[in-house]
Every structure is written in structure tokens, then in C-alpha cells.
Nanobody, 122 residues
Framework: QVQLVESGGGLVHIGDSLKLSCAAS????????MGWFRQAPGKEREFVAT????????HYSDSVKGRFTISRDNAKNTVYLQMSSLKPEDTAVYYC???????????????WGQGTQVTVSS
């Protein structure tokens, strides 16, 4: 069992940067592929980024590629999402998830955090 807690969300302006953290407890995070997803009001949850257990493989959605960076510190049992050049369309609740596959599908992840709100204001 893995418990995930996101933090770092907030209200920012267009072009600002923000760094989200996802702290894990219960099991060693290095055993898991990790993903970040987001869900805007009235929309389905969408894939943002994923990183392999050792951090050597990463993959991003086209909408965030070049602006967001996923990373992890297994010694701290924490995964990060560095977001830059933020746009209003990035506004959403951001969730981290743990699973066995580096997948873009939410159904492939077994554990989820409660989410953290990111709002990009114009």
C-alpha cells in the first residue's frame, strides 16, 4: 500500500512557474512508475507526465512538453512536477499516481493522491 500526498499548488499568473511535490509513504517509491495527471472542471482526467522508477525514462503530453519537467528523488520518496510558462489552460487539480507501468492511462495506476489545485490567472 502506498499513500501519496501532493503539495505546492496555488494561484499564479500567466507565465509564472510552480513546483508540485508528491510525497509517498508506506512503501519505497523507487519500486513504482509515477505519473502526474490533471483534471479541469467539467473535463476528464488527463495525462501530464510519467517517470520510471529509476528516473531514466520520462514522457510528457504534447500540451506540456517543453514547459513541464517531472523528476523524482527516491531517497526522499518524493516526485516533483516543475511547471513553467504556465497558461490559463493549465488550471486544474493535479494528481500524482503510482503504478507498475509508465502509462498515459489513468487506469494503469494503482495509487492516487488527493490532488492539489493549480490556478493560472490572466
Amino acid at each position: 500500500q502506498v499513500q501519496l500526498v501532493e503539495s505546492g499548488g496555488g494561484l499564479v499568473h500567466i507565465g509564472d512557474s510552480l513546483k508540485l511535490s508528491c510525497a509517498a509513504s508506506g512503501r519505497t517509491l523507487s519500486s513504482y512508475a509515477m505519473g502526474w495527471f490533471r483534471q479541469a472542471p467539467g473535463k476528464e482526467r488527463e495525462f501530464v507526465a510519467t517517470i520510471s522508477g529509476a528516473g531514466r525514462y520520462t514522457h510528457y503530453s504534447d500540451s506540456v512538453k517543453g514547459r513541464f519537467t517531472i523528476s523524482r528523488d527516491n531517497a526522499k520518496n518524493t516526485v516533483y512536477l516543475q511547471m513553467s510558462s504556465l497558461k490559463p489552460e493549465d488550471t486544474a487539480v493535479y494528481y500524482c499516481a503510482a503504478g507498475w507501468l509508465n502509462s498515459v492511462s489513468a487506469s494503469d495506476y494503482n495509487y492516487w493522491g488527493q490532488g492539489t489545485q493549480v490556478t493560472v490567472s490572466s
